[in-house]
């Protein structure tokens, strides 16, 4: 027969890992609750780890080790819409409520990097807010971009919150319609 003393012993025991766990859940979403949450931060995370494991080189999910500092800062990234026709390649970005000159837009080795500030408005005293969902900080988003474009070439136009950013294509990657000679 087992005494109540190691009985005792072993509920104790339980007891200090269960207050441990709870006392580490707390703590967390204290911490969680002053840093503001961005969603692609743990996914850059994740993808850290995993270069950690496997030892790889490269860039992270098209973003070069010299954006890293850009991309971890970032509170949000604006919206984009790539699609592409016979002649050019064309980016859109939705960055409502920013000035042509908060946007800084740059090309090095194939890959285009739009970043900027949208700065918050300042707060009334004497107004209660009921819902805030307004993005405003840093943002930061890039693309690689295909070999084979004009580089030399590359437009950009900021109009209404809209920034539409037009690459043409190489002239050797165009389609080229040949006529079938039918005897």
Excluded: C
Aim: glycine letters at 4%; aromatic letters at 10%.
């Amino acid at each position: 027969m087992i005494s109540n003393d190691w009985h005792i012993s072993w509920i104790l025991f339980v007891v200090e890992i269960l207050i441990e766990e709870i006392i580490k859940k707390k703590t967390r979403r204290l911490v969680m609750a002053l840093e503001k949450w961005n969603p692609t931060r743990d996914l850059f995370n994740l993808e850290r780890e995993f270069n950690k494991l496997f030892s790889t080189f490269g860039d992270k999910f098209g973003i070069s080790r010299a954006d890293e500092e850009a991309y971890e800062n970032a509170i949000w990234s604006p919206l984009a819409d790539i699609s592409e026709n016979d002649d050019k390649y064309i980016v859109k970005l939705d960055l409502p409520g920013i000035d042509k000159k908060d946007v800084k837009l740059s090309f090095t080795e194939g890959q285009i990097t739009i970043s900027g500030e949208r700065k918050q408005e300042n707060e009334e005293k004497d107004t209660k807010y009921h819902r805030v969902e307004r993005m405003y900080g840093k943002y930061y988003r890039s693309f690689v971009l295909p070999n084979k474009i004009k580089e030399d070439k590359i437009d950009a136009q900021f109009k209404n919150g809209q920034l539409t950013i037009t690459i043409p294509k190489a002239d050797e990657v165009k389609p080229k319609e040949i006529e079938i000679k039918v005897s």
